[in-house]
């Protein structure tokens, strides 16, 4: 199995997205701000991308969160950690899963009018 931690907070929070917005996301957790919201959790190895963007948004959801005014993110647990213990001399930050490939599943998920509909059954 692999753990995630899914990352979302209110824009009001963070801001307005940018092009380094998860890597600023990660800095926040690992800085433990009280406006950002972790959700850990598992899945098995090799379980592709597409599909860990929607168990976190998943878990979003049933957390009360919505796709209007979010930003979020989903990085790999074990980088976190190591990124936490890590010497000042080590300059590995941990990435987010998600990258930039032209569909709506990009490096940050910015909850705004990303695929009207997707959810709706």
């Known amino acids: ?7 979302i907070c209110d ?3 963070f801001g ?4 380094d917005t998860a890597d600023e996301l990660i800095a926040c957790y690992i800085e433990e701000v009280d406006w950002l919201t972790a959700y850990p959790f598992s899945a098995p190895k090799d379980t592709p991308e597409e599909i ?5 948004r998943g878990i979003f959801f049933e957390n009360d969160w ?7 993110t989903v990085i790999f647990a074990d980088q976190v950690e190591e990124a ?7 300059d590995e930050e941990p990435e987010s899963i998600l990258e930039d490939d032209g569909s709506a599943d990009i490096e940050v998920d910015v909850m705004v009018d990303l695929e009207p509909g997707i959810f709706d059954d």
């Not at 307005?16 to 092009?19: G, I, R, S």
């Not at 860990?52 to 976190?56: D, G, H, L, Q």
């Not at 936490?84 to 080590?90: G, I, L, M, N, Q």
């Open 1 to 7: 199995m692999d753990s995630y931690i899914a990352l």
């Open 11 to 13: 824009m009001v929070d």
């Open 16 to 19: 307005l997205p940018a092009d």
């Open 52 to 56: 860990i963007t929607r168990v976190a």
């Open 66 to 72: 919505t796709m209007s005014e979010t930003v979020s």
């Open 84 to 90: 936490k213990t890590a010497s000042t001399d080590d």
